[in-house]
């Protein structure tokens, strides 16, 4: 069975500094997707960024990148120039390519403090 | 993305009783979830819901404690039913579009239970 482990309950970043949240996995799938997600308190989960584990290249969404080390299953978040809007928890999740297999393994957040 | 909304956002509910959500997308989409998220926590799946047929649920769920349905491919009802103060949490809906493999998440159900 596939795990995510998010191994920092919680992070503080300075505001317009770079922070980096780490997400690992265990699976023994070769094709899988990652995905980033961020909940503000009282909030609407929203996806921030996704990978596909096919691709080599890293996944950048303005500020947000990803660091994909496919061979030792880590998915790390990276934001840069921080605001004070980034703060909330921050999820990462896996899920299977395999045909019908729809759901998502979630780990347990990571909580993003932006600091003045 | 899909644009979810959820009804209601928010309920106080007597244990004992039940109350019913609402998920609705603004296009059709091939898959819809119901999570639970208890306070500080990750989300844990209840079940899928399936377009005309029995939602298929996780260890842990059962029909008889939150039956859901799902009529067409827009809309999901989620009712947790005989509620105790063990079912206060936040009750999410996501989708999976057609052709897409992410999901995108309901603003959610914020429930207490006393």
């Known amino acids: 069975a596939q795990t995510v482990t998010q191994s920092q309950p919680e992070m503080s970043v300075q505001e317009a500094e770079t922070v980096t949240l780490s997400c690992t996995y265990d699976?023994?799938?070769?094709?899988?997707?990652l995905f980033w997600y961020k909940q503000p308190p009282s909030r609407q989960m929203i996806l921030v960024i996704r990978q596909e584990a096919y691709k080599q290249q890293n996944a950048t969404e303005n500020r947000f990148s990803v660091n994909f080390q496919k061979a030792a299953k880590s998915f790390s978040l990276k934001i840069s120039d921080s605001q004070l809007g980034d703060a909330a928890m921050y999820f990462c999740?896996?899920?299977?390519?395999?045909?019908?297999?729809?759901?998502?393994?979630f780990g347990t957040g990571t909580r993003l403090k932006v600091l003045a | 993305s899909a644009v979810i909304s959820q009804k209601p956002s928010r309920d106080i509910c007597q244990r004992g009783t039940s109350l019913t959500i609402q998920c609705q997308v603004d296009?059709?989409?091939?898959?819809m979830f119901w999570y639970r998220q208890q306070p500080g926590q990750s989300l844990t799946l209840i079940a899928t819901?399936?377009?005309?047929?029995?939602?298929?649920?996780e260890s842990g769920f059962v029909i008889d404690k939150f039956p859901i349905s799902r009529p067409n491919l827009t809309f999901s009802t989620l009712t947790v039913s005989n509620m105790s103060p063990e079912d206060s949490s936040i009750y999410l809906c996501?989708?999976?579009?057609?052709?897409?493999?992410?999901?995108?998440f309901g603003p959610g159900t914020r429930l207490t239970v006393t």
């Open positions: 819901a399936n377009q005309g047929s029995e939602a298929t649920y």
């Open positions: 999740a896996y899920r299977s390519a395999m045909h019908f297999t729809y759901k998502y393994i």
């Open positions: 296009s059709q989409v091939t898959m």
């Open positions: 996501s989708v999976t579009a057609l052709g897409r493999y992410e999901q995108y």
């Open positions: 699976t023994s799938e070769s094709d899988y997707y």
